[in-house]
Structures are given as structure tokens and as C-alpha cells.
């Protein structure tokens, strides 16, 4: 059974830091890619970042370009996040693409249906 289980959310003043994680167990973690999700109040759930199972050629949703990393290692993948902004608030989640070794660019990297097993969701509230 595929569990992704997140950790690492809570309240962080804007400017400060924090980091998000997503346990996976089940499967060959380092054979899928992964990325992070967030949905704010009132607003449908957005791309946020992507890795692929290799790790290279990271993707990004724009607004979060240059304050935002994601990355993995061997059993877990993580979202730090520096100098987050009001904006930022939301439930992220974690996420675990379908189809093993599979590459993806830009575009594809950002749908919700290329990923099969989704983390828990944590809340993220980033204070003015």
C-alpha cells in the first residue's frame, strides 16, 4: 500500500522560513517523480513544484520562483520555502506521479491527473 505522509506545516511570519516533508513508502520512491500542490480558501488546488525521479529539471508555478526548492533524497521529498508571503497560505500537499521513470516537461509536469497518490495535506499559514 502507497503511503505519502506530510509533515512540517504550521504558522511562519512572512519573510521567515519553512520546511515542508512527504514520507513515501510503498514503492520505489526514486523511480517516480514527485511534486507539491497548495489550495488556498475558496480556491482550486494549483501546481506548485515538480521533481522528476531523477531529480534534475526542477519546475516551478512563477509565483514562487527563487523563494521556493524542492527536493529529494533517498525516502522523502521536501519544499522549503524562504521568504513566504501572505499569499503563500494554503493546504499543501504532496504528490506522487503515476507512471515510473517517466519524464515530464513543463506543461505536463503541472497536472493534477499525471499524479496517483496524494499526501494528507498540510495546512501552511503565513502571517503579515
Known amino acids: 500500500q502507497v503511503q505519502l505522509v506530510q509533515s512540517g506545516g504550521g504558522l511562519v511570519q512572512a519573510g521567515g522560513s519553512l520546511r515542508l516533508s512527504c514520507a513515501a513508502s510503498?514503492?520505489?520512491?526514486?523511480?517516480?517523480?514527485m511534486a507539491w500542490f497548495r489550495q488556498a480558501p475558496g480556491k482550486e488546488r494549483e501546481f506548485v513544484a515538480h521533481?522528476?525521479?531523477?531529480?534534475?529539471s526542477t519546475y516551478y508555478v512563477d509565483s514562487v520562483k527563487g523563494r521556493f526548492t524542492i527536493s529529494r533524497d533517498n525516502a522523502k521529498l521536501y519544499l522549503q520555502m524562504n521568504s513566504p508571503k501572505p499569499e503563500d497560505t494554503a493546504v499543501y500537499y504532496c504528490?506522487?506521479?503515476?507512471?515510473?521513470?517517466?519524464?515530464?516537461?513543463?506543461?505536463?509536469?503541472?497536472?493534477?491527473?499525471?499524479?496517483?497518490?496524494w499526501g494528507q495535506g498540510t495546512q501552511v499559514t503565513v502571517s503579515s
Open positions: 504528490a506522487s506521479a503515476t507512471y515510473q521513470y517517466r519524464l515530464y516537461d513543463g506543461s505536463r509536469a503541472r497536472v493534477q491527473s499525471e499524479y496517483e497518490y
Open positions: 510503498g514503492r520505489s520512491f526514486n523511480t517516480y517523480a
Open positions: 521533481i522528476p525521479w531523477s531529480g534534475s
